[in-house]
């Protein structure tokens, strides 16, 4: 099979029907994202990830994370700044009967399986870490990768 798409058509007042020529991978190809949540002052801690929204929350540590899935955002503040320091942002969510909890863990909970508006998607904890953010010395803050698969 050709690696590209060709297609042609001919005049409506000829009887030879149209020809399309479709690579089978693009048919079985599937969407895929790689998300990153970040704990630091100059990222958010949620990701929009297709048609649904990734937040990690407590409790995580270096070998696991939750993972809220469509939390309702109720404030989000950029910049908040106030005479005693500085906010960077702050946000304010709270659960809804859509809100999905996830445990993730790289053992026995390494991938998730979620439904979301007749969509299925599995998700994979791909790498819990810490990283040095530019301007900040001295402390390193976590981060989380996911890869996200349509199914």
Do not use: C, W
Request: aromatic residues 10%; hydrophobic residues 35%; proline residues 4%.
């Amino acid at each position: 099979m050709f690696p590209f798409r060709v297609a042609f058509s001919v005049q409506a007042s000829q009887t030879v029907p149209d020809l399309v020529l479709i690579d089978k991978k693009e048919t079985e190809m599937k969407k895929m994202k790689e998300v990153k949540i970040s704990l630091n002052p100059f990222s958010s801690n949620l990701e929009v990830v297709e048609n649904f929204v990734m937040m990690s929350h407590v409790p995580y540590s270096d070998s696991s994370v939750v993972v809220k899935i469509d939390p309702n955002t109720q404030d989000y503040v950029e910049n908040n700044d106030q005479p005693e320091g500085k906010v960077r942002q702050v946000i304010t969510t709270t659960e809804t009967l859509d809100t999905q909890t996830l445990e993730f863990n790289f053992t026995d909970k390494n991938v998730q399986t979620i439904n979301i508006d007749d969509r299925k998607f599995e998700i994979k904890l791909l790498e819990i870490g810490n990283e040095n953010i530019k301007g900040i010395e001295g402390q390193k803050f976590r981060y989380f990768r996911f890869k996200v698969d349509e199914k």
